[in-house]
């Protein structure tokens, strides 16, 4: 389904790889690793489109992403460093907002579902300022309950999450990908996941 | 399409609602900027009469330039931006919808306000209803075209200062037209219709151009 062939990507002057090649067939979750600065948030960057890339192709579906646009964009969840929510906003708004925008619009009982399994049951109309970290990531993540997208990239997804959290996430990626569906994400620590096929990619080696 | 249009356009308005002062100071920054030239100039009728239509644009200008900064950089800031140029919707239309709900709350209530500021230049009431009628026209080009602007600065440091540079010599055509209608009404025999609709069609290519426009300038923020 994802291919990438020769990839090269620079930061600045800088080149952090070059002949990247790697394909993902439905089903497999790809594990990127690296020290800090190897390249991971901009290879994943580069996977969903905002980066421009300075040699090689990134295949969806056989086809190039750049000439998929928004129907690579439709297919794609990307989570960043940043949640992406407004803090203005209670959860149900802002996840009503991204559900709207990802071209899935969802009931309000399926948001204030997803919002409970993300463990927020009874903050749901909280404008998310007054939530910590965690919660704030929570409210951000409670978007994979809601999206079809069947590619997901998550950077860094684990981070701030607390022991109950990561073992739900966990649980959440595990299932995507036994759907049938692909996950590309960076971590710095081990996640339990059993199922599915795992590919592992080291940055920086 | 309106569905995403509308929820990215309510989603701005409760966004603003809930952070009234921003709303509100672009409004009393008009007021007050209008304001203060009858009290520096004096009350003769015939130098406030000429005075008044220029500095009520030339203040509306100000204003919207100073709500502009914030239209992408809050979103800009928290991923919001990102996010929302990574879904399947047109960047043009997500860009449409923002810009209209700037200009809902920073360009409409000018146009109501006009004729109680115009009061204090002692317009007629004819050249009120051209004021108004200039501002409601004149408005939306003036947020379109700070649109594209507001995106080439995004994310620069001292972005504010370079965003004016680049954008109030684009707003001169509305300067000068706007308040030419307003002066012209003013002088019996003059059509003032002619000026009204050199800013119309100044809108309706501010309003095809600018939302691609500034769709792209936003993706190269975004890199």
């Known amino acids: 389904m994802l291919d990438v062939v020769d990839l090269e990507c620079r930061r600045g002057d800088r080149r952090l790889f070059s002949d990247l090649c790697f394909s993902l067939p439905g089903g497999t979750l790809l594990h990127v690793r690296g020290r800090n600065g190897s390249g991971k948030t901009t290879l994943l960057r580069a996977l969903c489109g905002l980066l421009a890339r300075e040699a090689g192709q990134i295949l969806w579906r056989g086809e190039d992403i750049a000439a998929l646009g928004e129907d690579y964009r439709r297919d794609m969840l990307y989570f960043g460093h940043l949640n992406g929510i407004k803090s203005d906003l209670n959860g149900i708004e802002n996840l009503r907002v991204s559900a709207t925008l990802d071209g899935d619009p969802a009931p309000d009982d399926a948001l204030w579902q997803a919002l409970g399994r993300m463990g927020l049951a009874g903050y749901e109309d909280l404008p998310t300022k007054v939530l910590s970290q965690g919660q704030k990531k929570r409210v951000a993540l409670a978007r994979l309950l809601v999206s079809r997208a069947p590619l997901w990239i998550l950077d860094e997804p684990f981070s701030a999450l607390d022991s109950d959290a990561v073992d739900l996430l966990g649980t959440l990626i595990a299932e995507h990908v036994d759907g049938g569906g692909l996950a590309v994400l960076t971590t710095h620590q081990e996640v339990p996941l059993t199922s599915g096929q795992v590919q592992r990619l080291q940055l920086g080696a | ?223």
């Not at chain 2, 594209?148 to 540079?165: M, N, Q, W």
């Not at chain 2, 002066?183 to 939302?211: E, W």
């Open chain 2, 1 to 223: 399409m309106l569905r995403v249009f509308l929820c990215v356009l309510g989603r701005d308005i409760t966004l603003a609602m809930r952070r009234r002062t921003d709303v509100l100071t672009t409004l009393f920054f008009f007021i007050i900027v209008v304001s203060l030239f009858p009290l520096g100039v004096g009350t003769e009728k015939q130098t406030l009469r000429i005075l008044g239509p220029g500095v009520v644009w030339v203040a509306a200008l100000l204003a919207s330039m100073l709500a502009l900064e914030r239209l992408f950089a809050a979103d800009y800031e928290d991923g919001t931006l990102e996010q929302m140029l990574l879904t399947a919707q047109p960047p043009a239309l997500l860009v449409l919808a923002k810009v209209t709900a700037h200009w809902l709350l920073t360009g409409l209530p000018l146009v109501f306000i006009a004729p109680l500021i115009g009061l204090q230049y002692q317009l007629p009431g004819e050249a009120l209803w051209i004021m108004m009628a200039s501002l409601l026209i004149g408005t939306p080009v003036l947020s379109l075209i700070g649109a594209i602007g507001a995106a080439l600065t995004l994310g620069l440091r001292g972005g504010g200062i370079l965003l004016s540079l680049l954008i109030l010599p684009l707003y001169i055509p509305v300067l000068v037209y706007g308040a030419g209608a307003v002066t012209v009404s003013m002088i019996d025999l003059a059509d003032t219709q002619p000026y009204l609709s050199l800013i119309g069609a100044f809108l309706l290519l501010a309003l095809t151009l600018s939302p691609l426009a500034t769709a792209a300038a936003l993706r190269i923020a975004l890199e």
